[in-house]
């Protein structure tokens, strides 16, 4: 019969239907997604049909409201949405309240820097009014952004810190730490950012690599010093009379000198002298018997031109001896000075073993002061300038700056001994980018090492029990977070800002300050009402009310306001009582989620303060996640010009294909992220879509309630295909419960590359296309299919958040009957289907299949064969592979390996496969080499198979 006469069978075939489309058009289609979920308000369906359920909260963390969302938040926020969307669809209630830190430097600075000069005419309240309008522009803008990811939340009330409620929230959780004692007012050295004129907290320094200057400055022993030092042997009466005794020191900070009260010296190291000329100056100079060898490097003297005393005496003998002030003539403080002090945390790793110390301008040095009663002298001003308290030619110098006139002026008068630079890693502004520096101030301080009255313990103690008890993903983050508890100094709360919630404290004009738990609830009674520019606004006696009662000794009508405002973390530190509590969600909630550097941050010191209110930690689990990084593995940031612009990558990928992004790295680490990395995703996007399409396809006419085929009576493969998909819901159920999405992703692309299209899909191909419509092969096969679109939609909802409803609007017969997959249930293993005791069974089938298809692959290449269905095989097997490829099905197993026949040989000691090319005709329906082409006399051209279904049809 002539090619041109052949019969056309493809009107025969059960060819694949369906609506959901091959092109994914995500860009365009996602958005009208996303108006179709906002229309039918998706996220109070998802919350109606959950009411009742068990809890499961996740508490977000608030972005700052500033700017456009970037590639940080899109993996920050779409982490949290796979969290809950897989926990509300395994039956939790799993509301989720996004926030946004409203207050702040960030803000602020932006503000003023639009304003210009005409803030100088701005009131306080003016300023203030302008940053609440900034944050709530950009509240709005980046919820927008965020909903344009497929996130699901209450976006029309989220929480905000400068709600007057989240305000009066913050505050009684200030009012318990007052209650409890650990609120105090104290001149102490902090962290001061001169760019931005305001205290610091540890959480808001970034720490980058300079250069400082390294010097060797030499302290010269008063008369009495010098004797003593000769009493014990250090100097002899000769050195004295023609050379200068001194203290040598070392320090990394020549500004801090002007404030220098003290040098301190290790009790129990040990000191001797060394004596030598340079530049003309005889000296002999004491210094710690350790440090000799590197002292003597750094003065570049040589051998001959130095002398180490014999006699070597300890830190403790040299307490008490006096020096004079390299170029300070009269002390400034009225307390005691230049005095050596013993301290245990003086090292011989660096410098001279004597440290220079000013209390006012150093945390251990301030410890220092406190225990030899030295003044906590700072002469440094809000502008990083020096005071009138320094001498003249230091006066109103920037102290940023100002390193090189000190030394210049201590290498004139003879004092420096060595200089050189350093590199090493020193504390910056987060916000002005400037080096940051210790500054004595009044602050007010939460004191993690005061001890609650009804514990007897402290914070910092209940703080490193905490930890241990809270689940740390990855578990690296509980060592992480008490090494900086361990450390961490009591904690800087008040900030000298306009925009943020006012620290409630009203002061006498004799200096009384009012801060009780009283006082405070009273202020966030009347912050709830009128919000906190009411602080400003309002007098005392309207804040507190006529009734209020004070302690004896104050005055309602003499009070007076402070204007300090709360350092931001303390605002954001609150949100657990400010949100959950007051929704009515029992604390500690089930998990906190953000980047990595939230061990400083948000995660302490959320910790900290429910502690101190309630003797729990605000969190039950805590995940963190890495930064997004560029190809150098540097962070990505506007200002280094190598940032990824996530609005872009959504408008060119659409959402999904970020999310499937964000599912497929290891967020534990750091995330390399560019455009190409992102745009790779797109393959392993059309292969999962693919596979999505196919199964839809070929369940077309499929009605579950009367087609399918119970477990036991369907076909062999059939029977392994539902095993690996119980074993695939089983796999990522875990993956999903330990919060591994990298795991669930690559197991879901797998299955569906792998298991789905390079073997089952390829081999039933031929059943769903060419069996009879209704017959038990092909529902056999449709069940199969059925069940595992059903299953892979689901499991893929929290990831591919709009194309899992893609396909779920185009699946017909939903399970549970519901209109959104994001209302459904996650799938669960069927205890009846034992798959993994079948693993070793079709382990041995698929080891078999393999070694025919390597067979295969030989004649493919030598153009034997074009496809596999035009061979025939010849398996010699042993008898137990034999008797596994019999208990499969013999034509199973050809199906299996897509070939025209399989022929077996047993007994052989060990199984070869021969392949050829088969003898048989080809059927022109199905294009199998099968040996019934041509049995059936009326269609000579089909195989017997594809005759008897044409004669039914």
Not at 215 to 223: G, K
Request: glycine share 6%; charged share 25%; aromatic share 10%.
């Amino acid at each position: 019969m002539a090619d041109e006469n052949k019969t056309n069978y493809r009107d025969t075939l059960n060819l694949p239907q369906t609506s959901f489309a091959m092109k994914a058009n995500l860009v365009q289609r996602e958005p009208q997604m996303r108006k179709r979920w906002a229309q039918e308000n998706i996220y109070t369906q998802i919350r109606e049909a959950r009411l009742g359920a068990p809890l499961y909260i996740l508490h977000d963390g608030p972005p700052y409201a500033n700017g456009d969302i970037h590639m940080g938040h899109v993996i920050n926020k779409v982490l949290k949405d796979f969290v809950v969307k897989y926990r509300t669809m395994t039956g939790f209630d799993a509301p989720y309240i996004p926030g946004w830190d409203c207050h702040g430097l960030p803000i602020e600075a932006k503000v003023m820097t639009e304003l210009g000069e005409k803030v100088r005419q701005m009131s306080k309240t003016e300023v203030r009014r302008d940053c609440m309008k900034y944050a709530g522009k950009y509240v709005k803008l980046q919820g927008r952004q965020f909903q344009d990811l497929g996130v699901f939340g209450d976006f029309e009330n989220p929480y905000l810190t400068f709600k007057p409620q989240y305000e009066a929230g913050i505050l009684e959780v200030f009012a318990m730490l007052v209650e409890k004692g650990l609120v105090y007012r104290q001149l102490k050295p902090i962290h001061w950012s001169v760019g931005c004129e305001t205290a610091l907290a540890e959480a808001e320094l970034e720490y980058k690599d300079i250069a400082s200057p390294s010097i060797f400055v030499n302290f010269s022993a008063t008369e009495e010093t010098t004797a003593r030092l000769i009493e014990l042997g250090l100097v002899t009466s000769e050195q004295a009379k023609d050379a200068e005794v001194a203290l040598m020191i070392w320090t990394t900070t020549p500004w801090t000198l002007a404030a220098n009260l003290a040098v301190a010296v290790h009790p129990h190291l040990e000191y001797v002298s060394l004596s030598y000329e340079k530049d003309g100056r005889k000296c002999v100079s004491i210094v710690a018997a350790d440090r000799i060898e590197a002292v003597v490097a750094a003065g570049a003297l040589t051998e001959g031109q130095y002398t180490i005393s014999e006699k070597k005496v300890k830190g403790s003998e040299l307490e008490g001896l006096r020096y004079r002030h390299p170029f300070i003539e009269t002390n400034p403080t009225d307390k005691d000075a230049y005095m050596v002090i013993l301290a245990e945390y003086v090292t011989t790793e660096d410098g001279t073993g004597l440290v220079h110390t000013a209390p006012g301008h150093g945390q251990e040095d301030y410890v220092s002061g406190q225990r030899y009663n030295l003044a906590i002298y700072s002469p440094v001003q809000d502008d990083g300038s020096y005071d009138e308290t320094v001498p003249d030619w230091l006066r109103g110098e920037n102290v940023l700056t100002v390193d090189k006139l000190v030394n210049e002026r201590l290498a004139q008068s003879g004092r420096l001994f060595a200089h050189r630079e350093i590199v090493h890693s020193y504390p910056h502004c987060w916000r002005s980018k400037g080096p940051v520096i210790f500054r004595a101030t009044e602050q007010w301080f939460v004191g993690v090492d005061k001890e609650l009255p009804e514990t007897g313990r402290n914070l910092r103690a209940m703080a490193m029990d905490a930890v241990e008890k809270v689940r740390w993903i990855p578990a690296w983050g509980q060592k992480r977070i008490a090494g900086m508890l361990e450390s961490r100094p009591d904690w800087c709360i008040s900030r000298q800002r306009s925009w943020g919630l006012p620290i409630p404290v009203f002061v006498m004009p004799d200096g009384q300050t009012l801060l009780t738990k009283e006082s405070v609830m009273a202020v966030a009674a009347h912050v709830g009402q009128r919000g906190s520019n009411s602080w400003f606004t309002d007098s005392p006696r309207e804040i507190l009310g006529d009734d209020f009662a004070l302690p004896e000794g104050f005055d309602l009508d003499q009070l007076r306001k402070e204007e300090n405002i709360f350092d931001v973390w303390f605002e954001s530190g609150c949100s657990w009582y400010s949100v959950a509590a007051a929704a009515g969600w029992s604390v500690p909630v089930d998990l906190y989620l953000e980047g990595s550097d939230q061990h400083r941050g948000w995660f302490q010191l959320s910790l900290l303060p429910a502690l101190g209110a309630t003797g729990k930690p605000p969190f039950k689990s805590v995940l963190t996640h890495g930064f997004t990084v560029d190809e150098k593995g540097m962070k990505q940031s506007k200002s280094l010009g190598n940032y990824v612009n996530a609005q872009d990558e959504i408008a060119k990928y659409g959402s999904d294909i970020l999310r499937l992004w964000v599912a497929s790295v290891n967020y534990q680490e750091d995330v390399r992220c560019n455009d190409e990395l992102i745009g790779r995703t797109q393959d392993a996007y059309r292969k999962i879509r693919n596979t999505l399409r196919y199964l839809l396809g070929n369940i077309d006419g499929f009605e579950p309630a009367l087609d399918a085929i119970k477990y036991d009576r369907m076909f062999e493969i059939d029977k392994w295909a539902m095993c690996q998909l119980h074993k695939l819901i089983a796999d990522v159920t875990e993956s999903y419960e330990n919060f591994v999405f990298h795991r669930a992703f690559s197991l879901l692309y797998n299955f569906c590359t792998v298991e789905m299209s390079s073997v089952y899909m390829d081999v039933l191909k031929d059943r769903m296309y060419c069996d009879a419509y209704d017959g038990l092969s092909r529902r056999s096969g449709q069940t199969v299919m059925y069940e595992i679109l059903s299953a892979l939609v689901r499991m893929l909802a929290p990831i591919l958040a709009h194309t899992a409803e893609e396909a779920w609007e185009a699946m017909p017969f939903k399970p549970q009957d519901c209109a959104s997959v994001h209302l459904a249930n996650m799938p669960k293993v069927d205890a009846a289907i034992d798959y993994a005791g079948q693993q070793a069974k079709w382990q041995k089938i698929m080891t078999l299949r393999d070694e025919v298809l390597r067979a295969l692959e030989g004649l493919r290449q030598d153009k034997t064969i074009a496809s596999n269905q035009e061979a025939t095989v010849t398996m010699r097997c042993t008898d137990e592979d034999a008797a596994a490829i019999e208990a499969f099905g013999v034509e199973a197993f050809a199906a299996l390996c897509i070939v025209s026949e399989v022929m077996l040989e047993r007994s052989a000691e060990t199984t070869t496969v021969v392949a050829s090319k088969s003898p048989h005709a080809k059927c022109q329906r199905c294009w199998n080499y099968w040996p019934s082409v041509g049995a059936d006399a009326a269609r000579p051209d089909l195989c017997q198979r594809c005759a008897t279904v044409v004669a039914s049809a």
